[in-house]
């Protein structure tokens, strides 16, 4: 990659040694982060797969790898715990013997109270509970990127033992990967998730039982059908064990979640409240904040309405690359819900300006966006 990264600028690297242990989707977007941000000297993966190791050094994810805990990790002043829930507090517990009593350790489960108390268990001092708000449901070393991480909310949750340094230390490492941090409490964090992603995959599994091994349902499971059940395309092993970590909370979004759905039943009687509740619905909808995600810097956008005929898109980089605008960074937007749109990022407010006059001249129309 030859792009400079965005984020703010590091004139000396955060850390001298760090060590992801798990190197998958999360830990290895973490490595790819600290080694393309330069914020580490050096990175060393650890994981429990020799062949995720092999790929991960093949891939170029980290600087060097291990695969067995040891004396190694004493000279590791970062330490990101990035394994499936399952495995993260064996991983701690295998790791606690040999970790500098100085390290900055942190990680990136799904659910925070129970690997937070057992940190503090095993007396791991400045241990800071993490969890980034981004992912994938394709799992793996070969699906990270750095990019998956910028713009993502990552959650801190200290507790009242959290050293304030180390939190301060963890919150500068997550903005220097292009994330924002959020602090609150482990509990209040779990209570969150539970609705805004363990309960969603609950239901998306619930609905693809619905059309399962019914030929015809599969036929007629439109977009809307996909994109709301995307989630459930997850490693299923890991998302049992998220879900189950966290069925507490769940328990509890769930009952809400029924009673929403008995709401909603009534509501086919009451045309007029179902029309209250579809507003408010779609007010929420539209207003979910977009995080942009790329390996550039968006600056300047222009959005662009896109007509479902073919090679559009082609003319649009077209038109404008014979113009010399050059396009930095290129999304496709909501399909079904836009009719059809694409996001560029362009260098310059005058590139957005000449971009929109070009392509309004091409006959699309284009909306500037902030
Ligand atoms: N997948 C996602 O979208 C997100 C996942 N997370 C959390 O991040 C963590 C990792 O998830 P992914 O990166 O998606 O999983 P992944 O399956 O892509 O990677 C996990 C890696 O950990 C390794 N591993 C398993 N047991 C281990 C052990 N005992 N010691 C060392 N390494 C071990 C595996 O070999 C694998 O390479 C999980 O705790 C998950 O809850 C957090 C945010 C998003
Ligand atoms: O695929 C997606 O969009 C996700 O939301 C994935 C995800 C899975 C687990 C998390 O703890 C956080 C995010």
């Given at each position: 990659?030859?792009a400079?990264?965005?984020?703010?600028?590091?004139?000396?690297p955060?850390?001298e040694?760090a060590?992801i242990?798990?190197?998958?989707?999360?830990?290895?977007?973490v490595?790819?982060?600290?080694?393309?941000?330069?914020?580490a000297?050096?990175?060393t993966?650890?994981?429990?797969d020799?062949?995720?190791l092999?790929?991960?050094?093949?891939?170029?994810?980290?600087?060097?790898?291990?695969?067995?805990?040891g004396?190694?990790?004493r000279?590791?002043?970062?330490?990101?715990?990035?394994?499936?829930?399952?495995?993260l507090?064996?991983l701690?517990?295998?790791?606690?013997?040999f970790?500098?009593?100085?390290?900055?350790?942190?990680?990136?489960?799904?659910?925070?109270a129970?690997?937070?108390?057992?940190?503090?268990a095993?007396g791991?001092?400045?241990?800071v509970?993490?969890?980034?708000?981004?992912?994938?449901?394709?799992?793996?070393v070969?699906?990270?990127?750095?990019?998956l991480?910028?713009?993502a909310v990552?959650?801190l949750?200290p507790?009242?033992?959290t050293?304030?340094?180390?939190l301060?230390?963890?919150?500068?490492l997550?903005?220097?990967?292009?994330?924002a941090?959020?602090?609150?409490?482990?509990?209040a964090?779990?209570?969150?998730?539970?609705t805004?992603?363990?309960?969603?995959?609950?239901?998306?599994?619930?609905?693809?039982h619905l059309?399962?091994r019914?030929?015809?349902?599969s036929l007629?499971?439109?977009?809307?059908f996909?994109d709301?059940?995307?989630?459930a395309?997850?490693?299923?092993?890991?998302?049992?064990?998220?879900?189950?970590?966290n069925r507490?909370?769940?328990?509890?979004?769930?009952?809400r979640?029924?009673r929403?759905?008995?709401?909603?039943?009534?509501?086919?009687d009451?045309?007029?409240?179902?029309?209250?509740?579809?507003?408010?619905?779609?007010?929420?909808?539209?207003?979910?904040?977009?995080?942009?995600?790329?390996?550039?810097?968006?600056?300047?956008?222009?959005?662009?309405?896109?007509?479902?005929?073919?090679n559009?898109?082609?003319?649009?980089?077209?038109a404008?690359?014979?113009?010399?605008?050059?396009?930095?960074?290129?999304?496709?937007?909501?399909i079904?819900?836009?009719?059809?749109?694409?996001?560029?990022?362009?260098?310059?407010v005058?590139d957005?300006?000449?971009?929109s006059?070009?392509?309004?001249?091409?006959?699309?129309?284009?909306r500037?966006?902030?």
């Open positions: 990659m030859t400079s990264p965005p984020g703010p600028a590091t004139p000396a955060l850390f040694q060590a242990a798990g190197v998958g989707l999360i830990g290895g977007s490595a790819l982060g600290l080694r393309q941000r330069l914020l000297r050096r990175v993966g650890y994981d429990a020799v062949q995720v092999q790929e991960a050094q093949a891939l170029g994810v980290v600087d060097d790898v291990r695969a067995t805990p004396e190694w990790l000279a590791c002043d970062l330490v990101v715990l990035a394994a499936p829930m399952r495995a507090a064996p701690a517990r295998d790791l606690a013997p970790l500098s009593p100085t390290a900055l350790v942190t990680d990136v489960g799904s659910v925070k129970g690997i937070a108390a057992e940190l503090e095993l791991v001092r400045n241990f509970p993490g969890h980034p708000m981004a992912g994938s449901e394709r799992g793996g070969t699906h990270a990127r750095a990019a991480l910028e713009n990552w959650v949750t507790t009242d033992h050293p304030l340094t180390a301060s230390r963890v919150r500068t997550v903005e220097h990967l292009g994330a941090p959020v602090v609150m409490p482990p509990d964090h779990d209570g969150l998730v539970a805004v992603s363990h309960l969603p995959y609950l239901a998306s599994l619930a609905l693809t059309v399962a019914d030929e015809r349902l007629l499971a439109a977009g809307g996909r709301l059940t995307r989630v395309s997850g490693d299923p092993r890991m998302s049992r064990d998220m879900v189950v970590e507490a909370a769940l328990r509890n979004a769930l009952a979640f029924r929403q759905l008995e709401r909603l039943e009534a509501d086919l009451q045309p007029e409240e179902l029309l209250a509740a579809a507003q408010e619905g779609k007010r929420t909808r539209d207003s979910l904040p977009v995080v942009k995600r790329s390996l550039l810097p968006p600056k300047h956008d222009l959005v662009v309405a896109v007509p479902d005929q073919p559009q898109i082609g003319a649009v980089t077209q404008l690359g014979a113009a010399g605008v050059n396009i930095k960074d290129i999304e496709v937007l909501a079904r819900e836009e009719g059809g749109a694409i996001r560029l990022g362009l260098e310059s005058e957005v300006r000449r971009a006059e070009i392509l309004n001249a091409a006959g699309f129309e284009v500037g966006r902030g």
